[in-house]
């Protein structure tokens, strides 16, 4: 998994913690749906921190909380 992969796979796992669909996490976060879509779908291969920080405060979360996992700890390094 990449770090792209991870931060897609997060995004849709809070979602679903919290039942909401991606549209309402784009009003809640003021990020555009079809932003929020293209991160999530893998269009847009590097989201802004700017961007997933909007998303937590969305979510009602910190930026730890959202890279707090074993997803983002066991991530290769990309660059080789």
Do not use: Y
């Not at 009003?27 to 929020?36: E, Y």
């Amino acid at each position: 998994m990449n770090t792209q992969q991870a931060v897609s796979r997060r995004i849709i796992e809070l979602c679903e913690e919290r039942g909401l669909a991606l549209h309402a996490l784009a009003r809640l976060s003021a990020v555009p749906p079809s932003t929020l879509k293209n991160i999530v779908s893998g269009v847009s291969r590097n989201p802004g921190i700017v961007t997933i920080k909007l998303l937590c405060d969305g979510l009602g979360i910190t930026l730890d909380e959202f890279f707090h996992t074993d997803a983002f700890r066991t991530l290769e390094q990309e660059i080789r």
